[in-house]
């Protein structure tokens, strides 16, 4: 079955640091999703991204947060100013019309 | 606005018991999806089954069966004799089909444990 494949699977940082998660969607997808998921809650939904533009974001994608798809197969989350309440595990997904959402394996984001 | 409401948080069964973790959803739209995913120790999310609003059916996948109710607006999730590696977290998760923005509202999660 294909894949999202998401790097790094940890990334360590200090608080006030940039990070860029980067995901690699499935190669047919059209649309593409950042999740997120602090320790023990639920999973969060904080961007889509359709047609190079962003379709819809939550109140947790604040200035801060901006999803870039840089070259037509890489799909990047970055943080510019990292806190400590960024410390979460980063789901990226990608779906194609009407099917059903993949999900990577996620990326474990710790902000010291 | 969407809601999903797992009210177990936490499960606790021995193996070979049958065990069944409830899902509530609401939305106004007519036309939804729900899923159900599985989130081992090893923390990724695993597909387990996506349903539309429009099909009623119970489903069955092996150990695993799924009871979806418009009555009660519920979407039921039973593992027949239960083993150990069903252990994990299970969030049930609605969508509504809008394009691009079919984002998934999840619930909070059910820890199941399964002891030898």
């Known amino acids: 079955e294909p894949e999202v494949t998401q790097t790094p699977s940890h990334q360590v940082t200090q608080m006030g640091q940039e990070v860029i998660l980067r995901c690699v969607p499935i190669?047919?997808?059209?649309?593409f999703y950042w999740y997120r998921q602090i320790l023990g809650q639920k999973v969060e939904f904080l961007v889509s991204?359709?047609?190079?533009?962003?379709?819809?974001k939550s109140e947790i994608f604040d200035d801060q947060f901006s999803v870039e798809r840089p070259d037509g197969s890489n799909f990047t989350l970055k943080i510019r100013s990292t806190k400590l309440e960024d410390s979460a595990m980063y789901f990226c997904?990608?779906?194609?019309?009407?099917?059903?959402?993949?999900f990577g394996s996620g990326t474990q984001l710790s902000v010291l | 606005a969407q809601k999903v409401t797992q009210a177990q948080t936490e499960i606790s069964v021995v193996e070979k018991e049958d065990v069944t973790l409830d899902c509530v959803y609401e939305?106004?739209?007519?036309?939804?999806?729900l899923f159900w995913y599985k989130q081992p120790p090893s923390g990724e999310l695993v597909f387990l089954i996506r349903r539309n609003s429009f099909d009623e059916q119970n489903e069955i996948s092996g150990r695993y069966s799924w009871n979806f109710q418009k009555s009660t607006s519920s979407f039921n999730f039973t593992i027949t004799a239960s083993q150990v590696v069903d252990s994990a977290v299970y969030f049930c998760?609605?969508?509504?089909?809008?394009?691009?923005?079919?984002?998934?509202?999840f619930g909070k999660g059910i820890t199941l444990s399964v002891r030898p």
């Open positions: 998760a609605l969508s509504i089909p809008t394009g691009a923005n079919s984002k998934l509202t």
């Open positions: 939305t106004r739209d007519t036309t939804y999806y």
């Open positions: 997904a990608s779906r194609a019309v009407n099917e059903k959402l993949f």
């Open positions: 991204f359709y047609n190079n533009e962003i379709s819809e």
């Open positions: 190669s047919n997808h059209l649309y």
